[in-house]
């Protein structure tokens, strides 16, 4: 089993949709998640972290259940320019830090 | 905008050249990372440096050498490289703590073609 797994899509939505992306993860040790997102050619940045209580920025919410192992990430309304690869990221804390990325969720919001 | 910066951007170099893609983070971070990401892949993590130390190698050929002379500075030296190895290089660095501010930030990449 995959550290951490996404399904890789891609999601094909009309514009103002909402849609869902999860993301699961095997170490139960881990301690923090977080979303990016990577345009074509372009490197990964920074979405937003996912905290158990939640995390709402704008269209985007993040949550996270310690009890299933999995992140999730719904985007509300969306954009043409929302169109792009998401990343799962998973950090394990305990003593290397150990950084890793999901193999990402191709979105493609269509007019 | 990023403090993560990386050169060149862009290189095309023959089979038996040898040539050195440079990271600089500016981020005050202590870990440091190569990437490589080939066309519609996944990200492969290559090197690993804690406070200028390898922790990682994960079974890279020896054509590619790491080089972290201090925590800013990171650098991948490419000799006999092969067409397969064409790929975009990202450098990645990552503070210590578990804010969002500590998570991986990434440089703009080089984009290198093996001809």
């Known amino acids: 089993r995959k550290e951490v797994e996404q399904d890789p899509g891609p999601f094909n939505v009309p514009e103002g949709a909402t849609v869902a992306f999860n993301c699961t993860y095997s170490n139960s040790a881990s301690q923090s998640f977080f979303w990016y997102r990577q345009d074509c050619r372009k490197e990964p940045k920074l979405l937003m972290s996912?905290?158990?209580s939640g995390n709402e920025d704008g269209r985007f919410t993040a949550q996270l259940n310690r009890a299933s192992q999995y992140i999730s990430l719904l985007i509300r309304d969306s954009k043409l320019s929302d169109s792009a690869t998401y990343l799962c990221?998973?950090?394990?804390?305990?003593?290397?830090?150990?950084?890793?990325f999901g193999a990402g969720t191709r979105l493609f919001v269509k007019a | 905008e990023t403090g993560v910066t990386q050169t060149p951007r862009h290189l095309v170099m023959g089979m038996t050249n040898k040539k050195s893609l440079k990271c600089e983070q500016h981020?005050?971070?202590?870990?440091m990372y190569w990437y490589k990401q080939s066309a519609k892949k996944p990200l492969e993590l290559m090197f690993v440096?804690?406070?200028?130390?390898?922790?990682e190698n994960n079974s890279v050929p020896s054509r590619f050498s790491p080089e972290c002379p201090n925590s800013s500075h990171l650098f991948l030296h490419l000799h006999t490289l092969q067409p397969e190895d064409s790929a975009l290089y990202l450098c990645a660095s990552r503070g210590r703590g578990r804010k969002a501010k500590d998570t991986q930030y990434f440089g703009p990449g080089t984009r290198l073609t093996v001809l």
């Open positions: 990221v998973v950090i394990d804390d305990t003593g290397g830090f150990k950084t890793i």
């Open positions: 440096y804690n406070f200028k130390e390898q922790t």
């Open positions: 996912v905290y158990s």
């Open positions: 981020l005050g971070h202590n870990a």
